[in-house]
């Protein structure tokens, strides 16, 4: 389904800016901003009766989004 490409894409997207994120304050809180964003459309969507059949795709991406934002929670600069 194009909605699971999209926002894989996106997550995709995050994972990158993470593995190279450069060593300031200022990139971890936006880089932590987009991964909210992401994830709280991503959670409002899993909620729509239309998409509960792709509950484990939105599960994954959750869960990877998730997963960056506690790193980068345990990023001091």
Known sequence: MNL???Y???VE???IKFDSLPQDQSSKDRLKEEAHEVLARLKKD???EEYFDLNDDFEDLIFRLISIIGQLDEIHF
């Open 4 to 6: 699971i490409k999209n």
């Open 8 to 10: 894989t894409k996106e």
């Open 13 to 15: 997207a995050i994972e």
């Open 46 to 48: 899993q909620d729509t």
